[in-house]
């Protein structure tokens, strides 16, 4: 057993997979994400990240890939039929399986029913989850230490990744016209969603700077957040900020398991070093900040 696979094993992702596809077989109701969370004997609130960076996909994605697997199972029973088997696996039409498979597998039903290579192909493929597929790794270094709590004004955007600029600004103008713009201390980002598996304008983010200050009657929509307070996981990466997350992924995957820690219900959250205005991508840094015990 590859050890990535062990790792899911050791932290309940494989019973979330499997129940997961038990409920496809069934037609039964599939479960959200804190009853998935307690599936796999893990805490909801950093689950949906401790998934996609075990597996590759979102659970969400996870289902897609194991209902187009049972498509395929049912396309290579003779007289098989496309519409029976999208209703029975459970798209609304044969249409929408149509679709699935164009997008997913560039075929349609009808040459992967009549194709046993093809077919067969694809079942390996999708047999695996995406994480599985992936190339080696290269060892990271994490630095296990303690945080000071601070305080941070924090500004919540919903949009393109790449227009983050704005909200920081924002933050930034109103901090100019406190007298705090010199005071700055910290450049922080919380990714509430993963800007790689949701559409540009269903992304959220909270901005944040660091003032060395508590901050006091915020106006909306600012608010105030405290950070750190504790023992943290930090992972220096190198290179673009749209890579944070891909490095978020393989620190839970590659470090996390072996280091005899395991995460704490706190924040995650980026460090921004540098000014991506005045630094290159290639060599921007930000600390990677992961709650642990």
Partial sequence: MRRI????????????????????????PLPDLEALAAIAHQSPFHFHRLYRALTGETPGRTVARLRLLQALQLLGQADSRVTEVALNVGYESPQALARACRQALDATPSSLRED??????????????????????????????????????????????????????????????????????????????????????????????????????????????????????????VGSYAGLEAATDALLRDWLPDSGHTLRDAELYYHYLDDPEEVPDAILRADICVPVG
């Fill in 5 to 28: 696979a062990q790792v899911r094993q050791r932290h309940g992702i494989d019973r979330v997979i499997a129940h997961l596809q038990a409920c496809l077989r069934a037609g039964d």
């Fill in 116 to 237: 046993p290579g093809l077919r067969s192909h694809w079942q390996q493929r999708l047999a695996l989850p995406a994480g599985d597929h992936a190339d080696g790794t290269v060892p990271l270094q994490v630095t296990v230490t303690t945080l000071e709590p601070f305080d941070v004004v924090a500004l919540r955007t919903q949009g393109a990744f790449d227009d983050l600029d704005q909200a920081f600004g924002e933050i930034f103008t109103w901090a100019a016209e406190q007298g705090w713009a010199e005071q700055l201390q910290q450049l922080i980002g919380i990714a509430r969603t993963d800007h790689r598996d949701a559409p540009a304008q269903e992304c959220v983010f909270d901005c944040a700077m660091g003032f060395g200050r508590t901050p006091q009657a915020l106006p909306t929509p600012l608010r105030a957040l405290t950070l750190g307070g504790g023992t943290y996981a930090v992972l220096r990466h």
